[in-house]
C-alpha cells in the first residue's frame, strides 16, 4: 500500500495542494468533480505547444507528423489503460457527457425503433440521464429505471425483470457519483448480453479509483473524462467493441472523419476518425496520457488500497459526530462519503467549511433523481484522492464539528 513517505513525495507533484484559501491551508476534498494535475501532466502540455504544435493528420510537414504521432500514441496508451482489444476502439471526445451523447445519438440512429427501451439506473449523473431521454423523444422510445435499496445497492432482481425483447441498450454508472457505490457492472453487461442487449459503462468515476478492464467486463461501450483522472479538461474518452462503432454512424461532420466528399454524396473515414470531426484536442490527448501514465507509474491497486482506508476512515470519523446521516452504506464504495447532519442545510456547511479551506461539494451532484429518490434536497460530498491524507481528515472533522456546533 502506499505509505505516508511516498503521499508526502506525491503531494509534492501537485502544486495547487500548497495553495492558501482565506489563509487556512487548502484541504481539497471535491476530487469527484474535478481531479488536480501533477507537474508532470502540467509539463507535457507546456512541452506539447512548445515543441509539437501543429495540426494533425493533415499535413506533409515534420511538425504535423510528430503531433499526429503523439495523438494516435495517445491512443495507444488509453487503449493499453482500458484493456481494449484495439486502438480504434479508443475515441476521443470532451469528456463523459460527450461520449455518451455520441452514443446515445449514433447508436440510437442505427439500433432503436419506436417502442424500444433504454435501462438507466436510479444513480445515474444526469449526463447519462438526459442524452437517453433525448433519444426517447426523438425515436419513441420509453426510458426504465434500475432501483436501489436503503444501502445504495441496485435491485438486480428489479434489474432482471426490467430486460425484455425491446431494450436495447443498458446505460449504468460504474461508480455512483453521490453514493460512492460500485456498481456489480459484470453481472449487469452478463444479463444484459444473454438477451443479447449492449451495455455502456459509465466510467467518471470509476477509473482513477479502481482498475477498469472493458475486456474483462465485456462492455460494449466504456466512457470517461480525462479532467477527474489528473488530466486536462476538455478531453475524454469513449471506447466501443469495434464491430458496435462500425455499424453506428457518425453524429458530427468534418474535418478528418470523411472518406470522400462530394455535394451529390459524402463516404465516411474508417475508425477512429469518423468519430472524431473536426480538429481533435490533440493536445488534451497526449496530456491526458501522460496523467493515465503517473497513475500506472503510482499502481491503480495501491491507490485503490489507500482511498479505501483513507474513505473507512472518514466514515468512522464522520459518525462520531451526532445527527451524522451518511447517504450511501454498501460496503463496496470508491473514495466518495456523502452525508447530512441533522437539519442543517448541506449548503451551509459546505460554505463555512469554505471559509476554513476544505473544499467540499453540496447540492444535488447532478443526480437530481436520485436526490429526489432519497426525499432530501442534496447531501454534503466529500470526495478523496490518493494524494489526501488521514491528518486532512482529522482537520476536517475537526472543522465540521465546530460548524455544526455554530449551525445548530
Ligand atoms: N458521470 C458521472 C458518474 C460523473 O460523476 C460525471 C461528472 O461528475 C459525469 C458523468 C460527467 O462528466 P463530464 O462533466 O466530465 O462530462
Keep these: 500500500m502506499l505509505t505516508n513517505d511516498d503521499i508526502v513525495l506525491l503531494r509534492k507533484d501537485f502544486p495547487i495542494l500548497e495553495e492558501k484559501i482565506y489563509g487556512k491551508p487548502l484541504i481539497y476534498f471535491d476530487n469527484g468533480a474535478t481531479t488536480q494535475k501533477p507537474l508532470q501532466v502540467l509539463a507535457r502540455i507546456e512541452y506539447a505547444y512548445k515543441h509539437l504544435n501543429a495540426n494533425i493528420h493533415r499535413g506533409v510537414h515534420y511538425l504535423s507528423q510528430k503531433a499526429t504521432e503523439a495523438h494516435e500514441d495517445a491512443r495507444s496508451t488509453v487503449a493499453s489503460f482500458l484493456g481494449a482489444a484495439h486502438r480504434e476502439e479508443i475515441i476521443f471526445t470532451r ?14 440512429e442505427a439500433f432503436c425503433n419506436q417502442g424500444d427501451e433504454i435501462v438507466v439506473s436510479v444513480m445515474e449523473h444526469h449526463s447519462n ?39 436495447r441498450l443498458v446505460s449504468v454508472t460504474h461508480v455512483s457519483n453521490v453514493l460512492g457505490t460500485v456498481n456489480p457492472v459484470q453481472e449487469i453487461i452478463r444479463l444484459a448480453h444473454e438477451q443479447n442487449i449492449h451495455v455502456l459503462i459509465d466510467g ?10 472493458v475486456k474483462e467486463l465485456d462492455a460494449d461501450f466504456y466512457v470517461f473524462s480525462g479532467h477527474k483522472i489528473y488530466g486536462p479538461t476538455g478531453i475524454g474518452v469513449l471506447y466501443g467493441k469495434r464491430e458496435l462503432l462500425d455499424a453506428i454512424p457518425p453524429c458530427q461532420g468534418g474535418g478528418e472523419m470523411i472518406d470522400k466528399v462530394t455535394f451529390e454524396k459524402t463516404t465516411y473515414n474508417i475508425l477512429p476518425f469518423k468519430f472524431e470531426a473536426g480538429t481533435p484536442d490533440y493536445i488534451g490527448s497526449t496530456a491526458l496520457a501522460e496523467a493515465l501514465r503517473y497513475v500506472q507509474a503510482i499502481g491503480i491497486e495501491r491507490i485503490a488500497e489507500y482511498e479505501h482506508v483513507l474513505t473507512r476512515y472518514a466514515t468512522t470519523r464522520l459518525l462520531e459526530i451526532d445527527g451524522m446521516h451518511i447517504i450511501g452504506t454498501t460496503e463496496n464504495k470508491s473514495a466518495v462519503v456523502s452525508f447530512l447532519v441533522g437539519e442543517i442545510h448541506p449548503y451551509d456547511i459546505g460554505m463555512l467549511l469554505d471559509k476554513m479551506g476544505i473544499a467540499v461539494r453540496t447540492g444535488h451532484h447532478c443526480a437530481q433523481p ?23 481528515i482529522d482537520s476536517f472533522i475537526a472543522a465540521l464539528k465546530k460548524v455544526v456546533l455554530m449551525l445548530s
Design 204 to 213: 467518471a468515476q470509476a477509473v482513477p479509483h479502481i482498475k477498469v478492464d
Design 370 to 392: 436520485l436526490i429526489d429518490s432519497l426525499g432530501i434536497t442534496g447531501t454534503v460530498r466529500a470526495s478523496f484522492s490518493f494524494y489526501n491524507t488521514t491528518d486532512e
Design 129 to 167: 440521464i438526459v442524452p437517453w431521454q433525448m433519444l426517447c423523444e426523438r425515436k419513441g422510445l420509453t426510458l426504465r429505471v434500475i432501483p436501489m435499496n436503503e444501502k445504495g445497492e441496485l435491485d438486480m432482481q428489479a434489474y432482471k425483470s426490467l430486460l425484455n425483447s425491446r431494450t
Design 95 to 108: 469528456g463523459t457527457t460527450e461520449a455518451i451523447n455520441l452514443v446515445a445519438f449514433s447508436f440510437g
